[in-house]
């Protein structure tokens, strides 16, 4: 087999696996914005986007492999505060579609996507800060306004024995 045709069937593979564990995340965040989720459909989450980055980084896709750390990122602050905003399914739900026309080949540009889920995670991290100071609040939006979560979901803490799983 060529080198050209071995990145091809990778690129194949990759797709495959990629579109499977965007349909997952699709569905796992319907269920946690619709109030089913708890901390394993957020470690599941965490999971899809941690491997489609490492599997897009290794095979070069750097738009993919950028889009899927953000979002990434922000599920690593969900996971360390237990507490997913219901505001934030949106823009990750916008993250998997995103992923999803990348993967395919028909993307358009995620520069503004980009932009609003480093606005989230931002939100989020401030809110961390206000929650230890015991004022929690607000709404996860970017730009002018404001920032900040509401918070309606609050996930099950996890014990370091079920983290290891």
Known sequence: MSEAAA????????RDEAMQRLDQMDTELLAIES???NAESVDSLFRHAHTIKGAA???????????AHAAED????????????????????RATS?????????AEPTGDLLSDLAAC????ADDQADAAAGALGG??????GGHG??????LPRRTDESRAR
Do not use: H, K
């Not at 995670?121 to 989020?124: E, F, H, S, V, Y």
């Open 74 to 93: 922000i599920l690593a602050q969900v996971r360390e505060t237990g507490v997913f905003p219901p505001d934030l399914a949106a823009p990750l739900l």
């Open 121 to 124: 995670r931002a939100a989020l």
């Open 57 to 67: 980084s290794m095979l070069g896709f750097a738009d993919i492999r950028a889009l």
């Open 98 to 106: 995103a992923l999803r026309a990348m993967v395919t080949g028909s």
């Open 149 to 154: 979560w509401l918070v309606t979901a609050t």
């Open 139 to 144: 709404s996860c939006t970017a730009g002018p």
């Open 7 to 14: 990145e091809a069937e990778l690129a194949d593979l990759f």
């Open 35 to 37: 109030g089913d989720g």
